[in-house]
Each structure stands twice: as structure tokens, then as C-alpha cells.
């Protein structure tokens, strides 16, 4: 069975350990050297990257959020041991890890890394789909020639170069399709690869409960469950037509996923929405505050548009009540936009026109479908003189926080 060494990247007949650097790190698979579709996947990212960037925080258990009203944005594998979850209240997480450290996070740090992880991608593959900023699909087809090896020896490299070059680690999964190869880079994490070959998908994929399949939340996995559906197995016994009756347009989808069928293309431009939020310490109805948090979360939607370049057409608004009855507003422009002073005068109007009474413990912002940054905000708009100027001031302020850091211009209503 063929067998790659994931640390000195010999490829091999499989044993139990490397014959060049006897390193016990072996991928061995019978479809080792023909799968092309993976997905990567970046270790607790946030809090790796804070752990890199501060050494004394290697052995700690660290959680990147914000405030006791909060939630966890991410959090360490030790602080994963103790329970600690992405999206937990920050008061359920300090908590169950009463030690752990809180780190704001910075996501300036994110973006610059997630940058740097992506150009190692595309110079394996032009065919890469970013999720966020740490995690993408890839298809490799093809790409042997061009550099010499199989995907799987590709994708450990790519790793390998990103724990020794910048510090993160990261897990892969390598299968035929975009839904197994998700579903392989949970497998075995931290510094996983696994792979899900088509001639075992079947049974891979028989005994495993619905929630594996991406998407099924908590609401379908119970309306599933109403159905009698809990396994993939269950889901086999269904005919088609009867799922889709049942279930719509979601009921046709997990009849091809179960049977392991994924036919997506791996796309660049697949990524749908940039949105930030923020959950305050204390409910607020003050329009100063709400305002100084919009134009905060507007400049970080701006920041990742332009660290992606891209740009969106809709500016969507959200508010959550203090009885967590959401409000959402959207508003479509004539022409795509990545700039935070647009973006923020958007959901202003949006957040004036609501009307909506307070008080609000959330608050946030997003742009959405998505284009290139090289449409972004190209005409004038004539009821806003203004604009173009703006605009202008916008790219100079980027340029002058590129050379001398993000806190050498601040606008006065981000200090509210």
C-alpha cells in the first residue's frame, strides 16, 4: 500500500514508521496518490496565532473574545480539554476554565497570516475557495506535473511549510469530493490528514450520524429525527422523491450526500458574505454607543474586503434585542463597495429607518454578494458629492496605517 512520510515527505511501500527519518507521522492509503480535492483546515487559528506571536502564552490555555457579555471566537486545545467551545458565552467558558487567559482578538494579525497561508495555496492550485480566514478547499487535479508529486505529498508540504515558516499549524483532509474532504480534516485534529478514498465511502459513511453531514443543524437534525432519521443509514432507506417531499429542496440534497455524491467545483469566488458583530457587556439603546460600535465593525468588514480583495453589493444590518429576537435589514447598492465609510453611512441609514426600540445586546454588520475589488466603488454617486473624496481619504489612510501601524490614524466617533 503506497505511504508518505508527512515529515520528510518520502513516499514508500507503508510500515510503521519512516525508513529515511523513522518518524511514526505515516499517511498510507490505497488511494494515497489519486484523491484531488481537500480541504485545510487551521489549528484553533486566533489563538495560534497568539501563541506564536507571545511566547508565554505556549503552555497556557488561552481564549480570544471579548467582555463577560461576550462569546468565544476561538480558544486553545488546552482550553478545549476543559470544554471550552467556539461561540460559548465568555461567562460559561471562564467558568468551566476559570485559568485560562483572554486575549482580544486582533484580526489585522489574522489577516496577515491567513494572507500568507493562501499564497502558499495558490502556488500549488489557482483552484482555491476560501472559507474564511482559515480554512479553504482546494482542487489539486493536474497538478502532479506540474510540480513533480501527487496531491497528498502537495498538501503535506504545504503544512509542513506552514508550521516551520510561520508558526500555525493545520489539518487536511484529502478525498474525492468537497462534502468527505470536510468532513476528513475533522478527523484528526490538531496536525491531522485523513483521507476518505471513493472505494470506502460508502461504508464510511453508513453508521455516521446525520449532524456529520455540513449544514444539518440543530432544528434539521431534530426534524430528522421526527422522521425516524439519525443515521446515514436511515437516510439510505429513503427514496428520493419521499426525502424531498419531506424535507424540500434540503431533502434532495441529503440524498446525494449520503450516498456520498458531491458534485460542487472547487471556486475562488464561492465565498458568499464578510460580516463582523459584537455582543456588548451591558444592553444599550444609547445612539452614541450603538454608532461607535457600527463604525468599529464597519471598519473591521472594510479591513477583511480589502485583505480578501473583494467587495459586496448589500449591506445587511443586524441588532439582537435583550430577549434575543434578531433584526436584520439589507440594503442593495448600485455598485459594489469595500470601503468602511460607505459601508458604514449603509447601515447607518439602515439603523435609522428601522426604528426599532432598544435596548441591544448585539450589534452587527456585513457586506454580501460578493465581487472583485477591482469593481469596488468605481462611480460616483450623485446624491453624495462627497463620496469620491472620502474614498480618496479612505486609500490614503490605509496606506499611511500599511507603513506606520493600524493605530496612526483613528477617527474621532471609533473612541466612542
Known amino acids: 500500500m503506497p505511504a508518505l512520510c508527512r515529515d520528510c515527505l518520502t513516499q514508500f511501500d507503508s510500515g510503521p514508521r519512516c525508513p529515511s527519518c523513522r518518524s511514526p507521522r505515516i499517511l498510507s492509503h490505497p488511494e494515497l496518490a489519486s484523491l484531488s480535492i481537500a480541504h485545510m483546515d487551521c489549528d484553533a487559528f486566533y489563538a495560534s496565532v497568539e501563541k506564536r506571536d507571545h511566547p508565554e502564552l505556549r503552555d497556557k490555555p488561552v481564549i480570544v473574545g471579548g467582555g463577560t457579555r461576550g462569546v468565544v471566537s476561538t480558544c486553545c486545545y488546552i482550553a478545549r480539554i476543559n470544554g471550552v467551545r467556539s461561540a460559548m458565552p465568555m461567562f460559561q467558558a471562564l467558568k468551566l476554565c476559570p485559568g485560562a ?54 498538501l503535506a508540504r504545504l503544512t509542513r511549510a506552514m508550521e ?114 459584537t455582543t ?4 444599550t439603546a444609547s445612539a452614541e454607543v450603538l454608532d461607535g460600535h457600527l463604525w468599529r465593525l464597519s471598519e473591521q468588514v472594510s479591513d477583511r474586503a480589502k ?59 456585513g457586506i454580501s454578494d460578493l465581487t472583485t475589488a477591482d469593481q469596488a466603488d468605481a462611480t460616483g454617486d450623485l446624491l453624495d458629492p462627497g463620496a469620491g473624496k472620502r474614498t480618496a481619504a479612505e486609500r490614503a489612510t490605509d496606506r499611511i496605517r500599511q507603513r506606520f501601524g493600524k493605530d496612526a490614524i483613528i477617527k474621532g466617533r471609533a473612541l466612542r
Open 101 to 154: 487567559v483572554v486575549v482580544k482578538p486582533r484580526m489585522e494579525a489574522y489577516v496577515a497570516v491567513s494572507r500568507q497561508i493562501r499564497a502558499m495555496m495558490e502556488a500549488l492550485t489557482p483552484a482555491v475557495e476560501p472559507l474564511s480566514l482559515d480554512e479553504a478547499f482546494l482542487d489539486l487535479t493536474g497538478t502532479a506535473r506540474l510540480h513533480g508529486a501527487p496531491p497528498a505529498v502537495l
Open 164 to 277: 516551520t515558516e510561520l508558526g500555525i499549524t493545520g489539518s487536511v483532509g484529502l478525498s474525492h469530493n468537497k462534502f468527505l474532504a470536510k468532513i476528513a480534516s475533522d478527523l484528526d485534529k490538531p496536525r491531522g490528514f485523513s483521507i476518505i478514498g471513493q472505494a470506502e465511502t460508502e461504508a464510511f459513511l453508513k453508521p455516521k450520524p446525520v449532524r456529520i453531514i455540513w449544514g444539518v443543524g440543530t432544528a434539521t437534525q431534530t426534524a430528522l429525527e421526527n422522521a425516524g432519521i439519525r443515521t446515514i443509514a436511515d437516510l439510505l432507506r429513503w427514496d428520493r422523491q419521499d426525502l424531498t417531499a419531506r424535507f424540500g429542496h434540503m431533502g434532495d440534497r441529503l440524498w446525494h450526500l449520503a450516498r456520498g455524491e458531491d458534485h460542487r467545483r472547487v471556486s475562488r469566488d464561492a465565498e458568499k458574505s464578510i460580516s463582523k458583530e
Open 280 to 283: 456588548f457587556n451591558e444592553d
Open 307 to 365: 485583505a480578501k480583495e473583494l467587495a459586496g453589493r448589500t449591506v445587511t444590518l443586524k441588532l439582537k434585542r435583550s430577549d434575543f429576537s434578531t433584526i436584520t435589514r439589507r440594503h442593495s447598492l448600485a455598485d459594489p463597495t469595500q470601503t468602511a465609510d460607505r459601508i458604514y453611512r449603509e447601515a447607518r441609514a439602515l439603523m435609522d429607518g428601522a426604528r426599532e426600540p432598544g435596548p441591544f445586546r448585539l450589534i452587527g454588520v
